[in-house]
């Protein structure tokens, strides 16, 4: 009988529980709030006991984070104090290195070619520029220079002339002074196909120590070819020169005084080979000038000329557009004759005027022998003949 009771103890307990636990789910949620509540305002009620405490408590742990960020800042930022970055463009790169060392900054290095001969291993360009204030121990990007493409004039005879061109274009391109340019090429009856490089100056293996314009003698193909000749009757004596510098023709000028209605200063009479309109390249083309008689001028009488150029020298007024009155210049043809040529080479007339500088009259193309050239100068001018850039003649104006 006493074990019986002593097992049925347990159940006795867990049922006490049971009904404890259903009382308890048995309370109205309303008044477990209102009893949520009631323990709330006791809380705050303490709180507001304490007040002056917390209030204190919360002003030390601020104060507390300020001093620690205040800490964390500053030793982050321990030792990175302002500088001037230094100008080490045109410096070698190890001496560039050591002044920015001395800074306290350091080099991002960047390998460009160059645009100038004798510039290898130096610093073209830095960034930040000169002047800048930056933190110790920033970087300071330098350009340095590999040097020229090209440190030597190459072989380029044989090659096409716009293939090489190209070339060119490609290696130097955005470079304010490319080591390598092309002059005006030559044109020359050849075998070779049209743009082949037959000749060079200057020749292979030159060293490139500055800019060089490159001269080329090309080929034309085996046969002439073709030019249509423009009709030049009533041009004056500017408006022929401009043509000579773009027409591969031959010009022979001859003059004689105007006379009736004929304009001075102008061609009246064009006389073609054959009365052709179209023939090989520098073929010979006749043109007579009506030439105004010579007006004597003194040396003190300003010119309408010279009143139309506003102070300027031929050249500025040319470049300027200005019209100018050339009725009192001393019109004429230059004649004379210079060696022959197995193609066109270049031919330039310049001016030299008593006052002002020296410009460019005419400039042109001409295989050689006998050459006329129309001019309209001032009074006392002198002109100078040169070909392929080397002075054969001067010839005062009267």
């Known amino acids: 009988m006493a074990k019986k009771l002593l097992k049925s103890e347990p159940k006795n307990e867990d049922k006490t529980k049971n009904e404890e636990k259903s009382k308890k789910d048995k309370v109205p949620f309303l008044q477990r709030l209102k009893n949520f509540g009631v323990s709330y305002k006791a809380g ?8 002056a405490a917390f209030v204190w408590y919360s002003i030390s742990l601020f104060v507390i984070m300020a001093v620690a960020a205040l800490a964390v800042f500053l030793g982050i930022n321990k030792g990175y104090e302002r500088v001037l970055v230094p100008d080490v463009v045109g410096m070698n790169l190890v001496r560039a290195e050591l002044i920015l060392q001395e800074k306290e900054l350091y080099p991002r290095l960047q390998m460009r070619y160059s645009d100038v ?10 960034s930040p520029k000169k002047g800048s204030v930056v933190k110790a121990e920033s970087r300071v990007t330098l350009v340095v220079s590999r040097g ?22 490609a290696l130097y391109a955005g470079a304010e002074i490319p080591s390598l340019t092309i002059a005006n090429p030559i044109f020359k009856q050849d075998e070779a196909p049209v743009g082949t490089i037959l000749e060079q100056d200057p020749p292979e293996g030159t060293p490139i120590s500055q800019p060089i314009e490159l001269k080329f003698i090309v080929s034309s193909g085996p046969t002439k070819q073709m030019v249509k000749i423009p009709d030049f009757t009533g041009k004056t004596v500017t408006e022929v020169l401009s043509a000579m510098s773009t027409t591969k023709l031959t010009f022979d000028f001859t003059q004689h005084i105007a006379s009736g209605s004929e304009v001075p200063g102008t061609v009246v009479k064009q006389v073609n080979p054959g009365n052709k309109t179209e023939v090989g390249e520098y073929a010979h ?7 105004p008689a010579i007006t004597e001028v003194s040396d003190t009488e300003e010119t309408p000329a010279q009143a139309n150029q506003n102070g300027l020298n031929e050249a500025e007024a040319t470049d300027a557009s200005l019209v100018r009155d050339t009725t009192n210049y001393v019109h004429g043809v230059l004649s004379t004759r210079i060696a022959e040529y197995p193609y066109a080479v270049p031919v330039k007339l310049d001016v030299i005027p008593l006052e002002g500088s020296r ?8 295989v050689g022998g006998d050459l ?3 001019y309209a100068a001032p009074h006392g001018s002198v002109l100078v003949l040169s070909v392929i850039d080397r002075e054969v003649e001067r010839v005062s104006i009267q």
Request: glycine residues 10%.
């Open 359 to 366: 410009y460019g009259l005419a400039t042109f193309n001409h």
């Open 117 to 126: 001969p004798g510039q290898a291993g130096q610093i073209i360009s830095q």
């Open 285 to 291: 083309i006749q043109l007579e000038f009506a030439m």
């Open 44 to 51: 705050l009620t303490a709180m507001q006991n304490c007040g």
């Open 372 to 374: 006329t050239i129309p």
């Open 148 to 169: 020229v493409v090209f440190d030597h004039v190459g072989n380029y005879v044989g090659t096409n002339l716009d293939a090489f061109k190209e070339t060119l274009d």
